[in-house]
């Protein structure tokens, strides 16, 4: 069983290795950089406590809603799915993804007190 | 027969019902004095002339020195002014042996001022100086005038000139149209609290309201259409102020209290006790000064007690007893019909003339008398009533020879009656407290004694029960009764006797202080909020280490990957760009060190839009290149 699951995954790492344009890549490693850190602040938080809990959400909202523009920006710019964004341009799909993270930066340094 | 016994009920209603309303405020002698004192200031120019000369002579006193005020008046005289002549004439008629000299240009000016081009005051000085210097009017030009100015000048005050100059025409003029506006002026008067009626112009318009409505009606020999509650409001109104502010008020307020106590129709009367209304059998008598609103009496007047009844019984003690008038001071001896003690409410009413108004007056008399103690019998009683109790008598205001002893086994009792001196009736005065007062230590401790139904008052003190009022301290208390009412002229301290209680269980008697109770108490220092717990810095500064690695992790893969810069072109916006971005990632932490929401907004802003417009330019630049290398 344990050898199925290891092979499945052995497999999809090589798959990825080989498809996957190097864009998507540097990408895809900025998404992981944000999942853990947001994964290790969430752990302090359950270790010591909540306070103060208004840095400890600030924080993690900063990483949850990176991760999500990060998404949004590798889907946006996946040659893949160039049907569904036919009039969006990757350099468009930048330019949004700096936009909002611009609104979130504010939000964030504004709640993180 | 029903139809009958109905008219009855409904008479008996509206009797009942007409609370009448009875004037608040009048001029007592103090304040005539105090109003006369105002208006006889020194003149400082012709109308504060006739203000204190024509005030005062409402008022039925003359000006200290009546030629100098006639020569002043003279010297002051301008015959090319209208207000001026009307000034001069009105207070010189006031003074005695006082002529104003007159020309024929003189006359010309008033006659002529007599027109509907004319203001309502010019109309109303003219005719009043032609009126008083005895020269002929022309009513009926006059009338037509004044109403032609009535329409035109629909303000209050317009119209109570109106009112003044139509008094001084012939009574054979049509007045009837000028007389209707009493009634379309009365109801312009404001209702305040149902107490005052006046103008919102103020004071000095509903005295003159007065004073010109009063005039007119005397005048044609028409009463007033104002009722009887509205006039005593009016009164209300204009004698509520008892300092005035300026010589116009003050002279109209002498106006008014003129007219309200010498018109033809309409005297209210004034009802006060002499003192307070109170009468015992030292003061048997309950004197009523009854007077109009200037504080004069009243001619022919008789006054009599229409009805007087218990409050609290509602049992009625006197009818249509009349007062006898004495040295200007009624007077009714009330004591006479040997009333109980407490409070009556009287129903005066003044007859005599058919213009008084407010004559119905209800007031309340306290009847108040002199208490004695009797049958103060003091005793200790055993608890399971086996040994017989012993009562000792104590005579008011002896104390009793010797102490009375009660332990926990025992209670002390005392019961006594309180009759009333002059007619041995049984009282119950409102406080009747039995006092006991440890003098070693200070404490008293107070209780209520309460009569039964036959009205012997009872009290009793259970040792054991009451132990903890007295702080189970034993020990000699002195015993006091305290009685007193409203009604009591004669109220009672009394120590009785001296008690020796004895509890169980006796603490050291701590002397108490009642002065500690003063003494400034311990500080109380602020505590202020304990800091929330945290976790130790070691901790902390691993975690914030920790947090930070991931991003060591992503240059590494970054460079694993072969991400680069080398594509990076020096154009103006994509260093602009670039620079912008920076600024506006610094602006974040500037943001949270210093600044506010507002003041970033601001800057965000201005960095923002410059860095669009560059990123635009540099985006659309790779944009070129990729679909130009594709």
Redesign the interface.
Known sequence: MSSSVFSVLSKFVAEYRRSTP?KL??VD??L??IL??GA??FF?CV???T??FNSFLSGFISCVGAFVLGVCLRIQINPQNKSEFLSL????A??DF??AH?IL??VV??F?G | MALRGLHCVVLLALALGAQALTPSHHLSPADLDRLKAFLNQPFTDLESAYYSIVGLSKLGIAVSDEHAACQFLKSQLDPSNIDSLFFASEASQALSGCQIPLSNETRDLLLAAVSEDSTMSQIHRSVSTLSSLGLPVASQEVVSALTTRITKEDNVLAIILALQTASRLSQQAELGGILEEIEDLAARLDDLGGIYLQFEEGLEATAHFVTAAYALSDHVDIEPPLKEDQVVQLVNSVFSKKSWDSLSEAFSVASAAAAFSGNRFHIPVVVTSQGPAAVSHRQPMLQLQVTDILSQPLPSISVQVESAHAVASKSVVLSQAPFTLRDGIFELNFMDSQPASGYYQFAVAVTGDSRLVANHVEMKVKVSTEVAINNMDLSVVDKDQSIGTKTTRVEYPSKAKTSFTADSHQNFAMSFQLVDVNTGVELTPHQTFVRLHNQKTGQEVVFVAEPDSKNVYKFELDTAERKSEFDSISGTYALYLIVGDATLENPILWNVADVVLKFLDEEIPSVIQPKNLYVPKPEIKHLFRDPEKKPPTVVSNTFTALVLSPLLLLFILWIKLGANISNFSFTPSCILFHLGHAAMLGLMYVYWTQLNMFQTLKYLAIIGSLTFLAGNRMLAQKAVKRLASK
């Open positions: 190097a890549k540097v490693a900025y992981l950089y853990l850190t290790l602040q302090y270790l010591v406590g306070f103060p341009s990757p350099e468009r930048f330019a700096l936009f611009a930066h504010l340094v504004n993180i």
